[in-house]
């Protein structure tokens, strides 16, 4: 089909032919219009201007969608002039008083806690890259091969296109060339996003807010570890009641035994009860469910 253009203020509709017009000069009050090669968005002409109107639903996107293949995963603190443009991302998602998530991201460092940036190189040198994704990797207590992975976000308008599956596979990757041999996580709603990326349920794990090869094993095993389900509780002794209260004087017969229950329930097995993709048995710290995944790469 060949392009059309409509002139307003009672002028007909002009046919261009590509191949042997390629320019219309309309009149000495309106400049020269070259219909591009590649596409024709519709344009508008006002009427005794020279100012050219493009319909904003044909302008071509000022920011094309990243490219997967062109993705980088750097540390925060080796990009110091993307820290603002990564305390927004992660506030886009979790709300938090502005100086203290910069004080956080300046805490990271090669030697634990490690913030990483999924970053989109623009066209231009000049400009600086998009943050597409973070995350933050910690050590982990008692366990040297391990790394705790956290505040794992992708930048709202990006996600459902394949960049959070990017980000986490450049977590192992950057994981895995360090030496770390497994992955622990939590999550409140994404677990079959996890799941299909190969994690699976796992107990809790304690991952530490600083490192430093000067403290001993000894000092960091001192901090608490993660939260574990309370131990049913036990009825107390009635005998050590009734001694502990007994008044001074002669010893009073002991009280008759309690009778047999009728039927006896098994012991509680051993260890925390299993969780599922439905239940967990573990919560947060506002008492929501949370679910501990984990794995080996």
Not at 78 to 91: F, G, H, Q, T, V
Not at 107 to 129: G, I, N, Y
Not at 160 to 171: C, H, I, N, P
Not at 218 to 236: D, E, G, H, I
Request: hydrophobic fraction near 35%.
């Amino acid at each position: 089909m060949q392009p059309e253009l409509t002139l307003r203020s009672n002028l007909a509709t002009l046919t261009l032919d590509p191949a042997h017009q390629p320019e219309l000069t309309l009149s000495p009050r309106l400049a020269e219009l070259t219909p591009g090669s590649a596409c024709h968005p519709e344009m508008t002409l006002s009427p005794g201007s020279t100012e050219l109107t493009l319909d904003p639903a044909h302008q071509p996107e000022d920011t094309p969608a990243p490219n997967l293949a062109e993705l980088t995963l750097e540390p925060v603190h080796c990009r110091p002039e993307l820290l603002d443009a990564c305390a927004d991302l992660i506030n886009e998602q979790w709300p938090r008083s502005r100086a203290s998530r910069l004080h956080s991201l300046g805490q990271s460092s090669d030697a634990f806690p490690l913030c990483l940036m999924l970053l989109s190189p623009r066209p231009t040198p000049e400009v600086d890259p998009i943050v597409v994704g973070h995350a933050r990797l910690s050590r982990v207590l008692d366990r040297p091969q391990s790394l705790l992975v956290e505040t794992v976000v992708v930048a709202r308008a990006l996600r459902g296109r394949g960049f959070g599956r990017r980000l986490m596979e450049g977590l192992e990757a950057f994981a895995q060339a360090r030496g770390f041999r497994r992955l622990h996580l939590t999550t409140h709603d994404q677990l079959q996003f996890y799941a299909h990326l190969g994690y699976q349920l796992g107990e809790p794990v304690q991952g530490l807010v600083f490192t430093s090869q000067q403290l001993p094993a000894t000092l960091l095993r001192v901090f608490p570890r993660a939260p574990s389900p309370r131990p049913p509780c036990k009825a107390p002794s009635l005998t050590v009641q009734t001694a502990s209260r007994a008044p001074k004087g002669p010893s009073l017969p002991p009280p008759p035994p309690l009778p047999e229950p009728l039927t006896t329930s098994p012991p509680p097995p051993a260890g925390p009860p299993p969780q599922s993709l439905l239940e967990t048995q573990y919560q947060d710290l506002r008492g929501c469910p949370i679910f501990w995944m984990e794995k080996d790469i």
